[in-house]
C-alpha cells in the first residue's frame, strides 16, 4: 500500500471516530519507550548501527529513524525541501474541520515565517523579564500552597500541586488565558500527547476540543482586548489574523508551554531527589543553576521527537539516499545521547560544560518558547529546595506512573513529604 493510500485509510478512520494511532504496531513505537528515565538501549542501537536508518511504519509508509546529533541537526536546520505540514499526517481530504492545529509546528514557510515574525518580538530577552518577577510570585504561591497541605496533613504532589500549575499560570499570564479555565484546557494539552489513549480520547478529536476553547477565548477577546500577548496580536494583526489562526497560535504555545515546562519540573524533581548532593548544589550555589538546568535540558529531552518532516524533494543525509515524499522522525532523545556530542552522555553530570542540545529543537521550527522555560526552571529549583530542604520521595520511585507511549515524556504524579 502506497503512502498516500495510507494516509486516506488513516484518515477514513478518523472521520469514524476510530484513533489511527491505535494501528502503530509496537516496534514502531521504540523511539517514545523508556527506561525510567532513560531512553531504551535500542535506540542507542539503532544509533551505533547507523544515525539514519531505514524505519518501516505500518501500510508502506517509507520512514526514516535520525538518531544521530549531527544529522537531526541538519535535518531541523533545513528551511526548504522538507514539509511539516499537517496534512501530511493523515491526508488533507481526511481532516476534520477544527482538527487541523496549525500554528507554528504544523506550518511551513512562507506562512511559518510570517506566523513566527509576529510572534518573536515577545519571546526576546527583554520583553520576558517582564515576567521574572511574575515567575517568582507564581512559584512562591505554590510552595506556600504546599506547605499548607502539609500543615492540614494532606498528601503532597509535586506534579499536581508544582509542576503543573506553574507554566500553566505562567503561560496563561503570558496570553492572557483566564486561570480559572486552565483545568479544561490542561486535560486537553496533556491528552493529545499520549499516543495510545483509545478512540474516546484521540489525538485528534483532542486537537478539536482545544481550538474550540480557543477560539471562544479569542472572540472575547476580540470584544474586549487584554493585556497579554492574545490581546497585543488582536489590536496589532487583528485585521490580518482571523479567528482560526490566532487559536492555532495560542494551541501550540499553550500545548508546547505548559505540557513540556510541566513535564521537566517534574522530571527534574526525580532527579534531585535521587542526588542529595545535586540538590545541595542547585540549593546553595546560584550560580551552578544555569548549568544544572542546560545538562537537565539535555539530559531528559522531554520532547521525544520533533515534528515529522516529509521530504518535497530527493537529498542525501548521513550518506542516506531520501526520496521525495519518504518521513524523517528525528529522535531528540537519541540524539542528545550522541556521544559525538558530548562525552559520557548517558552520565547526569549536572557541571557538565554546556552542549548545543536539541531539547528546543533547532533551525526554523525551535522552541520559541525557549527562554521562558528556561526561567521558569532556573526560577522554581532553587526555591523548592531552599523552602524544603528536607523533600523526599513519599513513595517507592520504581513505583511512580511514569508515561509510557508519549510524545512528551513524563510522570502522572510524584506524592512527596516536605520533612
Known sequence: MTGFVARQYLAWRSRRGLDPLSLIPDYALMPLRRDGLDPVPALREAREDHPVRDFPLPFGVKA????GHAEAREILGRSSGLSTDFGHLVGSAGIKSGQNPGGLGFTDPPEHTRLRRLLTPEFTGRRLSRLGPRIAEIVEGRLDAMAELHAAG???DLVRDFATPIPSLTICELLGIPYDERDEFQALSTARF????GAASS???KISESLDYLRGVVERQRAEPGDGLLGMLIREHGEELDTDELAELADGLLTGGLETSASMLALGAVLLLR???V????????????GFVEELLRYLTVVQIAFPRFATQDMVVGGVAIAEGDALLVSLSGADRDPRLTPDPEVFDPRRPPSPHLAFGHGIHRCIGAELARMELRTAYPALLQRFPKLAFAADERTLPLRTTSVVYGVDALPVTLG
Do not use: Q
Open 279 to 290: 540538590a545541595a548544589m542547585v540549593r546553595d550555589e546560584p550560580e551552578s543553576v544555569p
Open 194 to 197: 499520549d499516543l495510545l489513549g
Open 203 to 205: 489525538a485528534f478529536d
Open 64 to 67: 526514516w529513524l535520525v538518531t
Open 154 to 156: 494532606e498528601e503532597i
Open 275 to 277: 542526588d542529595e548532593s
